[in-house]
């Protein structure tokens, strides 16, 4: 073995060197009176460096009790936190009202019951996490309301629309992949069916949603809608979910939802009247739910068909 | 986390202190400093609470130099340094000579090895060093029997030099 160099010899006397390197030092140390000469003197430098810095310690001092608490008070923390969500309120209400107000152009009125504006199913999913995120919002909406005074009324109707309607908030297109980065998996669409596009959205309680449309025939597009829950909501999941459902299960659909009567879709040109029932499904983590302009038992048939979209 | 940061706080904050001191050269504001990174971690959460409360630490010493430097190019001719104050006992001037030229010593390493050799006089690992300064921690030991070989020599070319009149 060659001399030890320098590093060597002060991570060696610092206890920093590993093992084996440090089994080599003492090998060659042993034979070679040179290097053991060194090791000496670099002991002695440690020794001496560290004397001089001791000269130049402050006083030593009891451990003065851990006043972090009180030194800056929690307001400024909050408002350091508050800023960003009143802005990332205000992005979610633009988009809400955009949302809302586009619907009813492309459209038309829906009427709509309050009882039947979300089903039963996702009220008792959401409802243990409601209270917080309904306080968090009312604050974050109070926020602006008192930085934007003129922007009040349509808050309030842009959380009605998040609250109320189980679509959430559709957004802009996105590409398949990054559905998959944002679902964390492949999303879950009808095989055989073109896809026409593929969007983000969002919705209460979920991390990510993904929704494809699928083109059936001519007249029918049909939503699927890939919901990955946010870990917050994962205990409530468990416990409100029906006690015979395991998240991975892939059989038939365990739970299916009520459907609800819904007014035409006036761009597909249908008939007065059809029936949009939502079923849903769970696969792997993510929630599979379709909505379309057919029979319940149509989709039924549809959401034992879905796959992962392979790329 | 307050926890945790508790027990942070009990094995870490006199060694926060510590190399606080050997940057601000003030015992109290070494001290201020040290209590303000610790509410920064509290604020902040970090996952590597002691790694990154010496990040935060050198951070604040830096600015706290500056302004110390922007300050005194305003006070110089006002008032004298304390260190060129004579008026103690000679037992504290010997105390603060010894301080003093250890200061002067470490003035005269590169600001790697000081940042180095501060830090492991404060306790942190090589590994530890190495996250900090970005250094390859193989590159550890040599900055340190750098660092050291050149404190001590500074420390002994400045023994008799100008920070003290002795007999």
Known sequence: ?311 | MPQDLAEVYRTTYRALVRFLYRKVWDAERAEDLAQEAFVRAVVHKPDNARGWLFIVAANMARDEARRAARERRHLTLLTAEPQESRSATDEALDVESDRARVRAALDELSPRDREVLLLWDAGLSYEEIAAQTGLARGAIGTTLSRARRRLVQAYEAGKPGEHVARG
């Open chain 1, 1 to 311: 073995m060659s001399h030890v160099d320098d590093g060597t010899l002060h991570t060696y006397l610092d206890g920093e060197l590993a093992p084996a390197e440090a089994r080599g030092v003492d090998a060659h140390v042993a034979q070679c009176p040179a290097c053991r000469e060194r090791l000496e003197e670099e002991r002695a430098l440690i020794t001496r460096a560290g004397e001089l810095l001791a000269l130049a310690a402050p006083p030593d001092r009891e451990l003065p009790p851990f006043r972090a608490g009180d030194v800056r008070p929690p307001t400024r923390l909050w408002w350091r936190v508050r800023l960003p969500l009143a802005w990332a309120a205000t992005i979610v209400l633009a988009l809400g009202i955009g949302t809302y107000l586009g619907r009813g152009v492309e459209q038309g009125r829906r009427a709509e019951t309050p009882a039947d504006t979300a089903p039963a199913r996702l009220r008792a999913l959401e409802a243990p996490i409601r209270p917080e995120q309904a306080q968090r919002e009312s604050r974050v909406a109070a926020r602006g309301t008192a930085r934007k005074p003129a922007a009040a009324p349509v808050a309030a109707q842009g959380f009605v629309r998040l609250d109320g309607e189980r679509d959430g908030l559709k957004g802009s297109p996105i590409g398949v992949d990054t559905a998959r980065a944002l679902l964390g998996g492949d999303p879950l669409a009808v095989p055989g069916a073109p896809i026409r596009a593929v969007y983000r959205a969002r919705e209460l309680g979920y991390s990510a949603v993904v929704i494809v449309e699928q083109v059936l025939d001519s007249n029918t597009v049909i939503e699927v809608v890939n919901r990955r829950r946010s870990p917050m909501a994962l205990d409530q999941v468990v416990v409100t979910a029906a006690p015979a459902a395991r998240a991975d299960s892939v059989s038939a659909p365990e739970r299916a939802v009520p459907s609800r009567a819904r007014v035409a879709d006036s761009l597909a040109a249908a008939p007065a009247e059809r029936a949009a029932a939502r079923l849903s499904r769970r696969f792997a983590n993510l929630e599979i739910q379709i909505s379309g302009p057919v029979s319940s038992d149509s989709l039924r048939k549809l959401l034992e068909l879905v796959q992962p979209l392979k790329p």
